[in-house]
């Protein structure tokens, strides 16, 4: 495969569920982010990691939970979610230095019942 | 801190007319500006971006931005549309010095009629 994938592509889980959203870039790139796109509103950075160290933390609730166990590979665990969760969440990877241009996933899209 | 401005929020045109999608951008800082394109079911695709030198800048299918620094905008055109430029356009920003994090607007949905 090449590029960014992410499964699932779609979850449906309850508030007392724990689920986690996988990502895998192919790309070599040494950076990797969660983003949460909702409607009408901007893309929100959630968590950026560079050389699998976090680097940006968005003042994300604590019932999401992120994981990057090497650069090719990030996770988002989730538990206890609101049904304001719910929404599309899009991974995405460059190279760490600017200006290089982010890479992203087709997204997991999340309800939350 | 950088933020974006998308003002139109859908944009509707005939197909094989002109369009515009504009961006303002604000930053205390000198930035790089971006073009995203969202296609239904798919993630995000660089559609252009300006980091420094000619002030217009070209995608491949047609689509041209240019950088305005005294104007603070960034606003996309493309001279004749396709049905199959519709999609959700997202422009962003970051600035120059240090990190890659980039800073989103709402999103204009471009919508192309016959």
């Known amino acids: 495969e090449t590029g960014v994938t992410q499964t699932p592509r779609h979850l449906v889980m309850g508030m007392t569920n724990k689920k986690s959203l996988k990502c895998e870039q192919h790309?070599?790139?040494?950076?990797m982010y969660w983003y949460k796109q909702s409607a009408k509103k901007p893309l929100e950075l959630m968590f950026v990691?560079?050389?699998?160290?976090?680097?940006e933390n968005n003042s994300v609730p604590s019932r999401f939970s992120p994981e990057c166990p090497n650069s090719s590979h990030l996770f988002l665990h989730l538990h206890t979610l609101q049904p304001e969760d719910s929404a599309l969440y899009l991974c995405?990877?460059?190279?760490?230095?600017?200006?290089?241009?982010?890479?992203f996933g087709p997204g997991t899209r999340l309800t939350v019942l | 801190a950088q933020s974006v401005t998308q003002l139109d929020s859908q944009v509707p045109v005939f197909e094989e007319a002109p369009v515009e999608l504009r961006c303002n951008y604000s930053s205390s800082v000198s930035v790089y500006l971006f073009w995203y394109v969202q296609y239904p079911n798919q993630g995000l695709q660089l559609l252009l971006k300006?980091?420094?030198?000619?002030?217009l800048v070209e995608s491949i299918n047609g689509f041209e931005a240019e950088f305005n620094k005294s104007q603070t905008s960034f606003h996309l055109r493309k001279p004749s549309v396709h049905i199959s430029d519709t999609a959700e356009y997202f422009c962003?920003?970051?600035?120059?010095?240090?990190?890659?994090?980039?800073?989103f607007g709402t999103g204009t949905q471009l919508k192309v009629e016959l």
């Open positions: 962003a920003v970051s600035g120059t010095g240090g990190g890659n994090k980039l800073t």
């Open positions: 995405a990877s460059s190279q760490e230095r600017p200006p290089d241009t982010q890479y």
């Open positions: 300006y980091l420094s030198g000619s002030t």
């Open positions: 790309l070599g790139h040494n950076a």
């Open positions: 990691y560079n050389f699998k160290e976090q680097t």
